[in-house]
């Protein structure tokens, strides 16, 4: 059974203006293994961002299911979704979302924090954690005090340490100079690796082509997806490319 299951998605809103009906998703419809990394891409407009929101529990459709291993997340109840988001959900965001107040060590053990977890398990989960992404000389350090690269390293860190089923990153490398994208894209090439699941958004074609499969959304519904197999990644990536190109013109794939 795959890991998480999106199945007839359609999701309308209704404007605050007006009182127009927006229909942002039509029906999409896919699936996702465990272990894969999987890229979603689209135009502005697309729906990818609103599709992000419901896999993440931020948001419902107004028809569909959402599974992750089974579970149906459109039935989790609004009082239970904050422990379901820490138990099962790492985030990973364009913009940080770090706490300027606290050190990178706070930011990343927040989670576990929230949810109880003894100071020893804390500390045990960390370690390794720190090492493994080239944190540990920057614990102490605030946000501030850091780099964007190091910046979004904790926050791969802090999405990492509850053991989420799925990572959710959307547009993780927007805020990132070139350097330091490649050393976040190299670094959930190698999470995928050993087994995390791994979704992100994003508008480009070069992070895209660090993943093991690209979902391409249009007017609300998967329109192409691409897998990368065998291929480099400079194949994959003008794969990726030419298939952006006859989205954007708005021919079939």
């Keep these: ?33 465990e272990g894969e990394f999987v890229a979603i891409m689209g135009e502005s407009g697309s729906g990818k961002t609103t599709l992000l929101n419901i896999l993440a529990t931020l948001d419902r459709p107004t028809e569909g299911q959402v599974l992750l291993d089974g579970m149906d997340l459109t039935a989790v109840g609004e009082g239970e979704l904050a422990v379901f988001r820490r138990e099962n959900l790492g985030f990973v965001f364009q913009d940080f979302n770090l706490l300027d107040t606290f050190s990178l060590e706070d930011n990343i053990l927040l989670p576990l924090v929230l949810s109880h977890c003894p100071y020893e398990e804390m500390y045990a989960r960390l370690s390794p954690l720190a090492r493994d992404l080239s944190l540990t000389p920057l614990l102490k350090k605030f946000p501030y005090e850091v780099s964007g690269g190091q910046k979004q390293r904790a926050a791969v860190a802090r999405a990492l340490i509850t053991g989420p089923k799925l990572i959710l990153a959307d547009e993780p490398t927007g805020a990132l100079d070139s350097r330091a994208t490649a050393q976040l894209l190299m670094l959930f090439e190698e999470i995928g690796a050993r087994g995390q699941t ?36 400079e194949d994959f990536y003008q794969k990726i490319a030419d298939t952006l190109a006859v989205l954007c013109s708005g021919e079939g794939a």
Aim: proline share 1%; with cysteine; glycine share 8%.
């Design 198 to 233: 791994i979704l992100m958004v994003t508008h480009s074609a070069r992070a895209a082509s660090h993943a093991g499969r690209v979902l391409f959304i249009r007017d609300g519904c998967v329109f192409h997806q691409l897998y990368r197999g065998r291929m480099s990644g």
């Design 1 to 33: 059974m795959p890991m998480l299951t999106a199945n007839k998605l359609k999701k309308v809103y209704t404007t605050r203006f007006g009182g127009h009906m927006v229909q942002a998703l039509t029906d999409v419809t896919f699936t996702v293994e």
